[in-house]
């Protein structure tokens, strides 16, 4: 017992390191061969994703109010332009990222966190070899997702939060530095996830409380330029964003559009406590109905669905009341429940996952352990005090929206922690029988908790849209054969999906437009509403020289409510095709209005623009093309041909010798390059 207890040192905590990087490493390796490796497919992730590469196509961070909050997005554009779209480094710096929170969160707890009767030094390892070594973490750290970047900031503002109360009793300008960046990183934690208002409200109290009512000696004067300070680092951060996007919306935002949506989400008649409503044909007939509906009530959409949400709790309070408590629960549930691209099958793709896919019961029950023996502790729970108010804001942002395994994230920290602190209270305590009776009690609660209530989970749904995910990334690797499997398979279990017909229709048509038309018309049967189907049948007409039926195709297509990108550059390319231009130089661009970085769009209205002789705009559009795709040499040799009709030919030779080095047969760079060169 001694020996275990000994002092802990940073070798220990290095060799820690170093297996969770080979374990981040090794997850990497595993992950590499799924076809979404290098394809951000799917829900939250493609919409992170293209809010990325529109940053970079736009040059500023956004020109329209969006359903997430822009910090992530704009982080994620950083790290596309550095390693140039390179979707494992980007992995891997998150990894990197989140290690870095652990390791510095590591040093707090040490320090701060638990008394010194209670081993700080072990609670701290065993706190970052959890951490460290935990899989779901590594999951989804290696996500494009927003939790990635919310898990490390979090870290740092816990962190930094302990640093800053602990030096400001010695120190009082120097604790109130590291106070004010605790609240520039929780400004940023909310500009990433809105959630994390929830803990910027609760951490604002207990500043206001803590300097009341624990150190009396300090002026009043410096106990609200404390809390002052604070709130102004957090709403410094939080402000721009907020005016922008009002600004934008003409109508107050705060962070993001559709913030209401969780909310009502977890709260109607059909709530069941979980992200219930899945991307699909349903999400986009719910949400196209509600936007309906509130604009002909001449109200905002967040508003009409937040009204909702409200009327739903005082018309039924018993059964809001249950729900409610359905969620409290569910949030320490053992399962990860789905939230955006993460069905178990995905999950579950590598065997480091799918071996520990029962990680968080173990966890879960410890935590909840290691929580109730700092409720039992006033000095224990004094030194816990910001794990606490992270756990609390997040379980209580959870219990008023709903409930997912990605959510849960945010409060890992606490988790680690109270896990650790179990973990020791255990060891130090097992030979005092009272106490020991006491800690099995409360296992044994926790492991009720974890494991007895059952949330909602359709297994064949998940798999169904696992399918088709990695249906479509095989499609856009280019491996149709296994494509093809996985969207029959989707096909199967979601008995007529529309984004797998079309799929399938694809595929198809690359032997047969008589195969292809037959699934497109499936399609536009599983979905009626959707553009997609009219839209693939209208360009299987053009291409059999049918320009009446593709015509009558298109305008259908564009009578529906849901629209794609995709639609308005077709028909823009058909126009083209029929010498009318100025009609298709329009619809180019009103496909890359709902889509800035639709590099195809923005590439062909480039191409345009070169036929009707403005050589100065296609440049400008086949250099945001070329930022889209650096490694495209069609579209470095298209800038190229523009930047000789302006005269710039000492430019387009340069760009020409870019092409020709990294591919030197391309005949039409070679071609270019001897008539400049004459």
Request: glycine share 6%; proline share 4%; aromatic share 12%.
């Amino acid at each position: 017992m001694n020996n275990f207890l000994k002092d802990v040192n940073w070798r220990r905590m290095l060799l820690f390191v170093v297996i969770g990087s080979l374990m981040r490493w090794l997850y990497l390796v595993q992950f590499s061969t799924s076809p979404l490796f290098l394809n951000p497919i799917g829900p939250d992730v493609r919409e992170y994703h293209d809010w990325a590469r529109e940053i970079i196509a736009l040059g500023l961070p956004w020109d329209k109010v969006h359903i997430h909050a822009p910090l992530y997005p704009m982080f994620l554009a950083a790290l596309y332009r550095i390693f140039t779209f390179d979707l494992l480094w980007v992995r891997i710096v998150q990894l990197l990222c989140g290690m870095a929170g652990i390791i510095f969160c590591f040093r707090a707890v040490q320090r701060f966190a638990v008394t010194p009767e209670n081993k700080p030094e072990w609670v701290a390892l065993i706190f970052a070899v959890i951490a460290l070594l935990y899989p779901p973490l590594i999951y989804y750290q290696a996500e494009l997702v927003s939790e990635a970047l919310l898990f490390t900031l979090l870290c740092l503002t816990t962190a930094l939060l302990y640093y800053g109360e602990a030096k400001i009793i010695r120190k009082f300008s120097s604790g109130l530095s590291f106070i004010s960046v605790a609240g520039l990183t929780l400004g940023l934690a909310a500009i990433t996830h809105p959630m994390a208002l929830v803990l910027g409200t609760a951490e604002t109290l207990w500043l206001l409380l803590y300097w009341i009512y624990r150190n009396r000696k300090m002026s009043l004067t410096r106990r609200v330029a404390l809390v002052t300070i604070f709130l102004a680092s957090v709403v410094i951060v939080i402000a721009p964003v907020s005016i922008y996007n009002s600004y934008l919306a003409k109508r107050p935002i705060l962070i993001q559009k559709h913030s209401g949506f969780n909310f009502y989400l977890g709260n109607n008649p059909d709530a069941d406590g979980t992200c219930y409503l899945r991307p699909g044909a349903p999400w986009d007939k719910f949400h196209a109905e509600v936007e309906e509906e509130a604009r002909q009530l001449g109200i905002d959409k967040d508003y009409y669905l937040t009204k909702q949400a409200i009327f739903f709790i005082l018309e039924t309070p018993f059964e809001a009341l249950s729900l409610a408590t359905k969620k409290l629960l569910y949030v320490w549930n053992f399962r990860e429940l789905i939230s955006g691209a993460d069905p178990a099958p995905l999950r579950e793709w590598t065997t480091l996952m799918s071996s520990s896919k029962g990680a968080f019961a173990v966890l879960g029950v410890l935590a909840f352990g290691g929580l109730i023996f700092s409720l039992r502790h006033a000095a224990i729970l004094f030194a816990a005090r910001h794990f606490i108010l992270l756990l609390g804001s997040f379980w209580l942002a959870q219990t008023l929206t709903v409930v997912s395994g990605r959510y849960r994230v945010a409060m890992y920290p606490a988790f680690f922690f109270f896990a650790a602190l179990c973990l020791v209270s255990l060891v130090t305590t097992w030979d005092i029988r009272a106490e020991r009776i006491k800690s099995i009690i409360v296992l044994l609660l926790g492991c009720a908790l974890v494991c007895l209530p059952r949330p909602p989970q359709d297994e064949r749904r998940e798999t169904a849209e696992a399918d088709l995910l990695l249906g479509a990334g095989y499609f856009k690797q280019g491996n149709y054969a296994m494509a093809q499997h996985h969207l029959k398979r989707a096909n199967e279990s979601r008995q007529g999906s529309a984004g797998c017909f079309n799929l399938l229709g694809m595929i198809a048509g690359m032997r047969s437009s008589e195969c292809a038309t037959i699934w497109f018309e499936q399609a536009i049967k599983a979905a009626p509403d959707e553009a997609e189907g009219y839209m693939n049948l209208a360009v299987i007409a053009s291409q059999k020289g049918n320009k009446t039926r593709a015509e009558k195709l298109f305008r259908q297509a564009m009578k529906k409510r849901i629209h794609e990108p995709d639609l308005y550059y077709n028909y823009g390319y058909f126009l083209q095709q029929q010498g009318n231009l100025a009609e298709a130089e329009r619809y180019y661009k009103l496909s890359l209005n709902i889509a800035p970085s639709y590099r195809i769009a923005i590439n062909a209205l480039g191409v345009l623009y070169i036929m009707t002789g403005k050589p100065e705009a296609a440049v400008a559009q086949f250099r945001r093309a070329s930022a889209l795709e650096p490694t495209n040499h069609d579209v470095m040799v298209n800038l190229a041909v523009a930047e000789t009709m302006c005269g710039n030919k000492a430019m387009a030779r340069q760009i020409l010798d870019t092409v020709l080095k990294a591919k030197p047969v391309h005949p039409a760079a070679t071609q270019l390059k001897q008539r400049l060169w004459r």
